[in-house]
């Protein structure tokens, strides 16, 4: 068979399973997210088995050590995973509840009711945990999901797959709803782009080339985030023991992530005292400061900064720093060279923080708060399925009600249009 | 200076007007609305001018009756649309609006604040009232707009925009929050849907045609529905005179919509007592009858349905027919050839009922009531920009609150990430 035609089918089949899901209760979808755990528990060794022949032919490849170990399934990723399955099992399910209801004049009683989204396409790289994460929140909220892995974490995600068929068959829910792509070439995530008459939503994560190329190729809606460029402003007035905790956890807790902070913006009446402090603490956790001219006018050491640096997403132990005017100057600098990731501000004036808030547009703006808090477990929506910067129908931490959508409901007694 | 680089020019313009349009308050935004009204009425004669200028033109090209009767603004379309900017300006304002606010165990406090998607872009045809009523619903809901009408309309819809973009002028907001392309050539809308840097959503109002055209080459998100094949179901022991009122009102009160039946499912059990009667109703109002095999042989002149007409939106006179066994039946027949749209069921059985309105995921599902009731307005969401019919962002009549997303907004006192 083709691999046209072998994800058409795998689309199909997801379709059918997607309307079995919709009907089914909570309490089965729980039991079979803490059945996977079971599984998972029970064919540890068989994964680990499976993990090392993807780690052999990695090593073959000569793939990176990072790629190596994020591709690795230790002990503790095991335990991640049942623990993260017990998790999404504890969460409250959206599907079916009734919001706000009205009544119009005519006596219908109108309300919107939280329905699963259908079938949803995820595609990332090599990490296998994805595979787990992934189909526990879409299984949750009551949808079918097609899983497309990194090729090089193939037998690993297979064998996790082969867990949570496993318990869907146990738990008496349709083995099709949770599908794995098992074919290395990329024809195959073409193909399943094309599925736009069976797949609701396509998640990509991993890197920018392939973020851009899924949206690219996509004839079916896709929620996604290029990248974080967060920014923190220390204003005017600002505590500055509170911006010194802040800006040093925000960019160096983990460097790597999406929501630390990458360039950092200080109003001018507060750059002469601010500055010093915190490069030295920068200094001593080897944070490199790429600055504008009055920064390294103020901080020696401090390299300076070309018009590169600041849409920059360094995801590594750098920093770009700019000392602005006024707020204005601020928020006009975010504007231009942000994501719409995530911004905070330093503040101690009302007036400021109300401002900062209702005008910069990420997906997440703080008052006196680490960037580091945009994240989906941190924010309370329980797990997170990743971060929308684009602002159609998600808007930033994607936890299970973002993978569902309303429909509306509407009682009468023989209302008719006059 | 070329289509290309027009529309670019323009997509640029907006996105400036855009973030004007975010900060500007309720007040100022109805005020800006109730002046656009003041403008029509001031410029009426100005617009029939213009819109004879367009009608000339549709005759020599010989455009159809229908399309012509779409094209001409009479004073009863001039007062509708004064009317319906008088009726968006009275709309609650949803931008900035919090919704529920909760705590984190580390004292920080989120919430969900209403802001405008940003820039959206609409595509439609011949009717130019489209132009008031979609300008209207993205200003009261802080975004820009790009109006690209047909090209039938074009002197019609540079006349209606002389008027927004003056009365913007009057209230101080930006005048490029208000854009119409002028350009004929539809390499205009293909220059449109490549600015994804620049516009955060596509619209398309029009035949299917339109729409397939607008989804295959956009990058840009898009919300739109294709067509409503809209159901009605009579179940075994409904009230046959409810369901004889709300069948005739669905299908012939105004069968040229979207909302009205194109199909009916009669349970076997009521058939034989139901078929004759709402054939006679049907035959006065010179309803055509294509049914299923038990259909025929319950009524004299019904025709024999084909495989074409079960998923077949006429948007006429005409209603497909089919007795089903039971309720099984009749979902099983929605999923496969319905469109996502309306449905209803009409029934005394509370548990069906509530099977029904469970099951059958479409954009808007009705117990004991007409479909014709899919409407912003008649659901009590105001004016409407659409129906929906994907499920992502909007599922369902779009009013102003489906222009705007949420971000989240975060209150701490030095919190950081451990």
Known sequence: MSIESTIHEMAIAAKRASMEMAKCSSSRKNEALLKIAIQ??????YIHEENRKDLLRAKELGLSEAMIDRLTISDATIDAMIKGLKEVAQLEDPVGTLGHTWLRPNGLQVSRMRIPLGVIGIIYESRPNVTIDAASLCLKAGNAVILRGGSEALHSNQALA???????????????????VAIRDRAAVNALLRQEE???????????????????????PVLKHYKGVCHVYVDEGADLKKAEKICFNAKVQRPGVCNAMETMLVHKSVAKEFLPIISERFDKAGVEIRGCPETCRLITGAKAATEEDWPAEYLDLVIALKVVDNMDQAIGHIARYGSDHTEAIITSDYERAKRFVREVDSSVVLVNAS???????QLGLGAEIGISTSKLHAFGP???????????VVYGDGQIRQ
Do not use: C, H, W
């Open 40 to 45: 998972i528990r029970e064919k540890a060794s």
């Open 162 to 180: 082969g867990a949570i068929n496993r318990a869907l068959q146990e738990t008496g829910l349709p083995e099709k709803a949770v599908q794995v």
């Open 198 to 220: 069976y797949i609701d939503l396509i998640i990509p994560r991993g890197g920018e080339g392939l973020i851009r190329f899924v949206v690219d190729n996509s004839k079916i």
């Open 371 to 377: 960037t580091r808090f945009n994240d989906g477990g």
């Open 398 to 408: 994607m936890g299970v009600e973002e993978l569902t959508t309303t429909k509306f």
